[in-house]
């Protein structure tokens, strides 16, 4: 069985295309949920007209799967609440030199 700690290791080997920020420092991941042999993410994007809006939720979804060894993931984007740059995490903000 996985643990939430593996679990957000590997979604931060996971990165928007167009983005050098892996999507959980992005602040993209609104929440990450292990129960057994079950793993649920909510995420977001940084906008509906994302044009990796499906390449990003699949590739969480596969890596999970492949490097946790869970077959049962789902990933859920939502628009509510709206992402902005205010979710970057600190390492986020040094990569992309927004530091304050």
């Not at 959980?24 to 994302?50: E, F, H, N, P, W």
């Not at 077959?71 to 990569?95: C, F, H, L, Q």
């Amino acid at each position: 069985m996985a643990t939430k700690e593996q679990v957000i290791n590997v979604i931060k080997q996971c990165y928007d295309p167009e983005i050098p920020v892996n999507v959980y420092d992005l602040g993209l991941i609104y929440d990450v949920d292990v129960k057994d042999d079950k793993v649920d993410i909510t995420m977001t994007l940084t906008s509906q007209g994302c044009p990796s809006a499906q390449q990003i939720p699949d590739l969480i979804r596969f890596r999970i799967q492949s490097e946790c060894g869970v077959d049962n993931v789902s990933v859920r984007v939502v628009w509510d609440p709206v992402w902005t740059p205010a979710r970057i995490t600190p390492e986020g903000k040094k990569v992309l030199h927004l530091e304050e």
